[in-house]
């Protein structure tokens, strides 16, 4: 499995369009842990081009705070999950929860 995660200063970006960078996080399914993480820099914000993006780096999840409802859609379309209303948190914390069944999530504050 692998996991991206919009981020900005290193913690989850609260607008996933406006991220800096993603954490690219890959995970051992079976053991439910880690196996590496890397950063990789997006191309520029225009859309659909994030969705395709992500789906060209193997992702299977994608972890954000707000999400617009066409990006979910070309996500779904790409068969990538999405988990919107994360709240704020590194990128090891985030997949963690996740991976436990506890990850926090509320409302997507993203309403475009």
Known sequence: ?????PLAQGQ???????????AIVD?????????GIHREVPPPHAPGVLPQ?????KVNVVIAGGMGSRAQTL???NGIQVV???TAGGPEEIVA????????TGANICDH
């Open 84 to 86: 919107t209303g994360a």
């Open 53 to 57: 993006w992500l789906g060209q780096q």
């Open 27 to 35: 995970v051992n399914s079976q053991e439910k842990c880690v196996s």
């Open 75 to 77: 996500f779904a379309e």
């Open 1 to 5: 499995m692998r996991i991206a995660i």
């Open 97 to 104: 929860a996740y991976l436990s069944g506890t990850l926090q």
């Open 12 to 22: 989850l970006c609260q607008h996933f369009g406006h991220c800096e960078e993603f």
